[in-house]
């Protein structure tokens, strides 16, 4: 059941491909706004770089979220997994994991192009890829409660903003601070290490949340 | 094997109906009827699991199915006005994934003769956006014949379908029946069954 989810999701947003780029365009264009509007100063760009890339993630990701279960609540398809024989948290988790390929894994692989622009070093660049890597599916997962509560309301982006954007708060801090670290030359263990606890505590209640929202909203 | 008791169901601050008392048994079917907004789907709903009612128990073999949970949903197939078929697939893989999402892969050969039984197999690689209405609700029956539920909770089956897919709709509920399956349907149509077994309730 799990991998017929995840596969469907990802043939579904093959073929809805410009969904997908526009995620990632918006990503490139914001990061890229902030050395044009505040000048070419390597050493200024380097010191917002970190805060810039993560914000820039996490808006991207928010544009992202009505996708989720938007698009089967439609169609009646969410009522039928809703139904399946199995716990909806593992339909949540599937949707989840395809969320993540599909919106944010394109945002971990572009980023350290556009860190470049901010004349980040090597090292820098691996610790922004590892940072995403852990930071990004807790954006996913905590991001699917969000959609979940706002199915089928009017004004749903912007609620869901409004709901979801303070709990990704701590993300972003443990996110650009290990890369903050990495720039000072101090070492961001402990920061991956915090971000990899928020990913495994957020993996394991957050779908219950996603699940129990799901229900009400099918409802 | 599936009873309702003392069902109300509340939407908003209407109330739709109260103290609703039926049962299903195996070969049974129940022929729900009633005007528009009599609560005909808000009942299928709350049958199925989807939704809870106001008050009232739905049992099924004697167990709530609220603590029943994921072993009653894979007893029941529910077919609702929407066709929960997406357009950016074709018919086949529409078919197969939604059933191998549901628990019971089928291979493509096995795909293809239930597009078949429901006369979709010519359109069996279009995508479903090209797809009549009426070959929609075909297509969305597949699950009904994949799904190897006991209890099929239809609602609005006939809508959009020409007279060969009622009469094959017709056929497959005649047969769900004769194999011991039940059935509640909600229609505005008569459903003309040649099976004896048919209970009408009607909300008002």
């Given at each position: 059941m799990f991998s017929w989810l995840v596969w469907r999701d990802l043939i579904l947003a093959w073929r809805r491909r410009a969904d997908v780029l526009a995620t990632v365009f918006f990503f490139i264009i914001v990061?890229?706004?902030?050395?044009l509007g505040i000048g070419p100063e390597r050493e200024t760009l380097k010191t917002i770089a970190p805060g810039v890339v993560w914000v820039a993630a996490l808006l991207a990701s928010m544009l992202s979220l009505g996708r989720i279960f938007g698009n089967d609540y439609q169609d009646?398809?969410?009522?039928?997994?809703?139904?399946?024989?199995?716990?909806?948290?593992?339909?949540?988790?599937?949707?989840?994991?395809a969320h993540w390929i599909i919106s944010e894994l394109p945002l971990?692989?572009?980023?350290?192009?556009?860190?470049?622009?901010?004349?980040?070093?090597?090292?820098?660049?691996?610790i922004v890829i590892a940072s995403l890597l852990l930071g990004t599916p807790v954006l996913s997962v905590i991001g699917s409660i969000g959609a979940a509560l706002t199915l089928g309301l009017r004004a749903a982006n912007v609620l869901v903003a409004l709901l979801v954007l303070p709990l990704y708060i701590p993300v972003l801090i443990f996110g650009s601070g290990?890369?903050?670290?990495?720039?000072?030359?101090?070492?961001?263990?402990?920061?991956?290490?915090?971000?990899?606890?928020?990913?495994?505590?957020?993996?394991?209640?957050?779908?219950?949340?996603?699940?129990?929202?799901?229900?009400?909203?099918?409802? | 094997m599936l009873e309702a008791i003392n069902v109300t169901c509340v939407r908003g601050t209407r109330r739709l109906f109260k103290d609703l008392n039926f049962a299903v048994a195996r070969g049974e079917l129940i022929e729900l009827r009633g005007?528009?907004?009599?609560?005909?789907?808000?009942?299928?709903?709350?049958?199925?699991?989807?939704?809870?009612?106001?008050?009232?128990?739905?049992?099924?073999?004697?167990?709530?199915?609220?603590?029943?949970?994921?072993e009653y949903s894979a007893s029941v197939a529910y077919l609702g006005h929407q066709n929960a078929v997406k357009d950016e697939l074709t018919a086949?893989?529409?078919?197969?994934?939604?059933?191998?999402?549901?628990?019971?892969?089928?291979?493509?050969?096995?795909?293809?003769?239930?597009?078949?039984?429901?006369?979709?197999?010519?359109?069996?690689?279009?995508?479903?956006?090209?797809?009549?209405?009426?070959?929609?609700?075909r297509l969305a029956m597949t699950r009904l014949?994949?799904?190897?539920?006991?209890?099929?909770?239809?609602?609005?089956?006939?809508?959009?379908?020409?007279?060969?897919?009622?009469?094959?709709?017709?056929?497959?509920?005649?047969?769900?029946?004769?194999?011991?399956?039940a059935a509640i349907v909600a229609t505005h149509q008569d459903l003309n069954l040649t099976a004896s077994s048919v209970k009408r309730l009607q909300l008002s």
């Open positions: 990061t890229s706004l902030f050395p009646g398809t969410l009522e039928q997994l809703v139904l399946t024989p199995q716990p909806t948290y593992l339909v949540v988790l599937a949707k989840v994991l971990v692989v572009i980023a350290p192009v556009l860190g470049l622009q901010f004349g980040l070093s090597e090292n820098s660049l691996v290990a890369v903050q670290a990495s720039l000072t030359g101090a070492s961001p263990q402990a920061w991956l290490l915090l971000l990899a606890a928020t990913l495994v505590v957020s993996l394991v209640f957050a779908p219950w949340a996603t699940s129990a929202a799901l229900k009400i909203s099918v409802e | 005007p528009n907004g009599s609560g005909k789907t808000s009942l299928l709903r709350i049958l199925c699991g989807l939704a809870t009612p106001a008050a009232g128990d739905v049992l099924w073999d004697g167990t709530n199915i609220r603590s029943l949970g994921e086949i893989e529409n078919l197969r994934i939604s059933s191998g999402v549901a628990g019971h892969a089928l291979d493509k050969g096995e795909a293809q003769r239930v597009l078949a039984q429901v006369g979709l197999t010519q359109q069996q690689n279009l995508p479903a956006r090209v797809l009549s209405a009426g070959q929609r609700r014949l994949t799904a190897n539920a006991t209890l099929w909770i239809l609602d609005e089956v006939l809508t959009s379908l020409d007279q060969a897919a009622m009469g094959l709709s017709r056929d497959f509920m005649t047969e769900h029946l004769k194999n011991g399956g």
